[in-house]
């Protein structure tokens, strides 16, 4: 499919703020491209109203909903108000078109212009509401790729090209298995996204060796050691690591309203995978809980009288709930120690504590106790797991409190404990 030229996607994007909500403008883009390639398909001129009738059969044909029809019909309609507003404008983003298009026709094999690419991938991603997390990952595998294949043109590559890639990964660079792994699942997703195409039979490929994943795991005394030397609010954190099995993101993204001491319940939501699971309180802790809490009350308080913007919303929830910022039940549970500038619209608002803080104070407190193992934010999650295990919990237990989708994903940790068997106890005769 033929991408928009910039300068033309830039004043349709323009066009789009201004009445369209920003939640649809990646569909809008995608109905132009649809379109501008369509036209350019049948030989029809994409400037004459009279080309949208038949582009609207097409998409009845392919079987789109109403709903998606009505849609294009609007995207493209933006897109004739954008050319009659500036019909000399129009005519250079037409000629320019042509001329990426007459460019496309004679692919290049090296040094050709991903730009492209990595605008549908970040749009693909968005769609889709993956994390920022995968959005860098893939991104990154492939700018690794656009280099492996020295900026070949996308037209022009194929499943060979990534077999020689990963074959490398695994041979020359000597990467793991999850690596290997990461990077196939990273171009397949572009490929067939992206490029809309399929990788085909991936055989022939060298891959790295697989290895069982036996987690590290800390004893108890461990634990209170390094609590122990650990600061506050990262005390606390890593009390929750622990006495909930909560990821480190999962922990810090926890809101005020997540945390209910009634019925000793905390809810992660958007956990990995955009899960929502609920996690037992440790009654332990509530104390300590409630404490902080009056401390983060107290400092929003003062954000309040200070003027602040707020704290960082998911998605559109700001504009759709206008006070929610300001809203004490939205605050981060872990709030960040200073206020965070937005350079787009020039305010202070406030973040949750940094994830490389608490790496920092853990590593520090795990040295000082001169524990020899490589302990980092996420054993406290495996000790959760194997704890349960050790004290007689069921598999399936843990794998909800952990928010696993397969409980095989579960069962390594039946790795990290003693195997211990319990019978009842019987005669001999009835053997």
């Known amino acids: 499919m033929k991408s928009i030229p910039h300068q033309l996607r830039s004043n349709y994007d323009s066009l789009l703020i201004k009445g369209v909500h920003a939640r649809e403008h990646a569909y809008y883009r995608k109905w132009l491209r649809y379109y501008l390639d369509y036209c350019q398909k049948y030989g029809l001129d994409e400037s004459d109203k009279g080309s949208l009738s038949p582009f609207i059969n097409k998409l009845k044909e392919k079987k789109q909903s109403d709903k998606q029809q009505q849609q294009a019909v609007k995207a493209i309609t933006a897109y004739y108000e954008l050319a009659s507003a500036n019909k000399e404008k129009w005519n250079t983003f037409k000629d320019r078109y042509e001329e990426i298009s007459r460019k496309k026709d004679k692919p290049k094999l090296v040094n050709a212009d991903w730009r492209s690419i990595y605008y549908a991938l970040e749009s693909e991603i968005k769609v889709r509401h993956y994390s920022e997390a995968t959005l860098r990952s893939y991104r990154g595998w492939t700018r690794k790729f656009q280099g492996f294949t020295k900026s070949k043109d996308p037209q022009l590559l194929s499943d060979t090209d990534v077999k020689a890639f990963l074959s490398d990964l695994a041979v020359n660079q000597g990467v793991a298995a999850s690596t290997q792994n990461q990077a196939f699942n990273s171009l397949l997703f572009v490929f067939r996204h992206v490029l809309k195409n399929e990788f085909g039979a991936m055989q022939g490929v060298v891959r790295a060796k697989t290895k069982p994943y036996i987690p590290t795991v800390l004893s108890r005394e461990e634990i209170d050691a390094i609590l122990s030397r650990l600061a506050y609010p990262y005390d606390l954190v890593v009390r929750l690591l622990y006495g909930c099995g909560l990821r480190l993101f999962e922990c810090l993204n926890l809101r005020v309203q997540d945390l209910n001491f009634d019925t000793l319940i905390a809810t992660v939501h958007n956990g990995k995978g955009k899960k929502d699971r609920t996690v037992p309180l440790p009654e332990k802790i509530v104390p300590e809980l409630k404490e902080h809490l009056n401390s983060v009350i107290i400092t929003h308080q003062q954000d309040l009288k200070s003027g602040y913007a707020g704290t960082f919303l998911p998605n559109l929830l700001e504009k759709k709930y206008q006070n929610a910022a300001i809203d004490l039940n939205w605050q981060w549970f872990f709030p ?78 039946t790795h990290t404990i003693k195997s211990q068997t319990i019978k009842e106890a019987k005669s001999p005769l009835d053997f």
């Open 336 to 413: 960040a120690k200073t206020l965070t500038l937005v350079p787009e619209t020039k305010v202070y608002k406030r973040y949750h504590l940094h994830k490389s803080h608490v790496q920092k104070a853990i590593k520090k407190a795990v040295r000082v106790a001169k524990i020899s193992k490589r302990a980092s934010a996420h054993t406290f999650r495996h000790s959760f797991a194997s704890h349960l295990l050790q004290a007689n919990y069921d598999i399936r237990t843990i794998q909800e409190l952990l928010g696993h989708s397969d409980v095989r994903t579960t069962m390594i940790y």
